[in-house]
């Protein structure tokens, strides 16, 4: 991935929550909560810290058919498996559009840290006239790591006890088809890997502002929403 660097030439602010960056007489509205910073290894980088994740995005932008399967998500799930690791996992695999109508894709992929915490990452794709704008986030777990997954799984055993019980409300959001915690999101019959579990679900990202997870999916809708 080449990112595109010297980005300061080409971005001016619109908001104290928005960026504009101009790339061969295209627009695009990026998040400008990220401060732009210089990395000497990496080069131009896009920086969030908070008590619960470090956020990194990069930008670069492809040539069509560098771009990853835009139309079809079948075959854009299974590009995605083929690059995972034994520590990696799928959490979503998207083909959507953005507000204004330009083809858009996206994957988040979790890792496992070593010795301990989650990494999220996320691949964000827009398809313009002459290029595709490509987005590639990292969202690293910070301070106290597993707090969603555990308040999330103490819920679930809950779920799991209770369910039986006509009338019960549970305090769990979830399908009462979820019968297990961590399962492939695609594919059932995945039983070995990095699984995505229920903590990972996105109603669960308002409850957990923080988590790099939440950050990722803020950083999805905002371009969605915005280009």
Partial sequence: MKIINNLKNYISNISSGKMRIKLDDEIIIADGSYKHEIDNKIGDIFLKQNANATSILMYSKLKYGEQVPMKDNVEFIQGCRRFLNNNQGLVEVINTKTKSGKTC??????????????????????????????????????????????????????????????????????????????????????????????????QFDKSFPEHPLSEARKVIKFFIKNN
């Fill in 105 to 202: 894709a996206y994957s988040i992929v979790k890792e496992k840290l070593d010795p301990f915490g989650m990494m999220y990452i996320l691949t964000l794709q827009i398809a313009y006239d002459c290029f595709v704008f490509n987005v590639h986030g990292e969202f690293r777990e910070e301070g106290m790591t597993g707090g969603r997954d555990a308040v999330i799984y103490t819920l679930f055993k809950e779920f799991k006890e209770e369910k039986s019980e006509k009338g019960k409300k549970h305090k769990l959001n979830i399908d009462e088809k979820e019968s297990e915690w961590a399962r492939d999101p695609y594919d059932n019959n995945i039983k070995e890997g990095l699984l995505m579990n229920i903590s990972e679900l996105p």
